[in-house]
């Protein structure tokens, strides 16, 4: 079955600019997770979507926000970029975790590069 | 603060040996652990998980071992191949949420 798919792959982008990052789960899967991954940082949660509510959401600012629609596809937001925001970001997929924990693996995309400049 | 740490950035091991890579974790609530394993140009993808209700999980060649009183696990790969060169991240969860808190990964070379 097809993975997780992620658009665009690369993006270069200018300070001040917004952003929106696209990411279709695998057929079935329910919960859509964002992270962002920086040399020396490794991958930092910045949200989880389920059934179209956020339902866990990590330490970022305001700028980043997501959504997800009724398909389970979810997009990620950043608005009024900044330099510090330049990362591979990273969605993951999952049936529902609320079934336990053998539920719980994730199933990562292979992300979208973002410079910004 | 980093609640999840993998204090070697990385390892090289001959072919055929075992590789075997830590993992330290500071929040005794986390009751779920996984490692991924990722290749350049590629995302994470899911390796073997442990749940806290075990101290061993065997999948194969990889085995993770989870010590909760000293808040450490590891990954052994034995034998050891040159297709496990990869950077591995190990992934911590205290819920049922999909909130994991991973590591900033251990870079592995396997020498043919």
């Known amino acids: 079955k097809a993975g997780v798919t992620q658009t665009p792959r690369y993006l270069i982008k200018t300070r001040g600019q917004q952003v929106t990052l696209s990411c279709s789960p695998i057929s079935g899967h329910r919960s859509v997770s964002w992270y962002q991954q920086t040399p020396g940082q490794g991958l930092q949660f910045l949200f989880e979507y389920f059934s179209e509510t956020q339902r866990n959401k990590g330490n970022f600012p305001g700028r980043f926000s997501g959504r997800q629609f009724s398909n389970s596809r979810s997009e990620m937001n950043v608005s009024t970029l900044e330099l510090g925001d330049s990362a591979l970001y990273l969605c993951a997929s999952s049936l529902d975790l609320s079934t336990g924990w053998m539920n719980t693996e994730a199933f990562f995309g292979q992300g979208t590069r973002l410079t910004v400049v | 603060d980093q609640q999840v740490k993998q204090n070697s950035p990385s390892l090289s091991v001959q072919e055929g040996r075992i590789s075997i890579l830590n993992c330290d974790y500071t929040?005794?609530?986390?009751?779920?652990f996984l490692w991924y394993k990722k290749y350049p140009a590629e995302g994470p993808t899911f390796l073997i998980s442990?749940?806290?209700?075990?101290d061993k999980n065997e999948d194969g060649r990889f085995t993770v071992f989870l010590n909760k009183s000293a808040k450490h696990l590891s990954l052994h790969i034995v034998p050891s191949q040159p297709g496990d060169s990869a950077v591995y991240f190990c992934?911590?969860?205290?819920?049922?949420?999909?909130?994991?808190?991973f590591g900033t990964g251990t870079s592995l070379t396997v020498i043919p």
């Open positions: 992934a911590a969860s205290a819920d049922t949420g999909n909130q994991f808190y």
């Open positions: 442990i749940s806290s209700i075990k």
């Open positions: 929040n005794s609530m986390f009751d779920y």
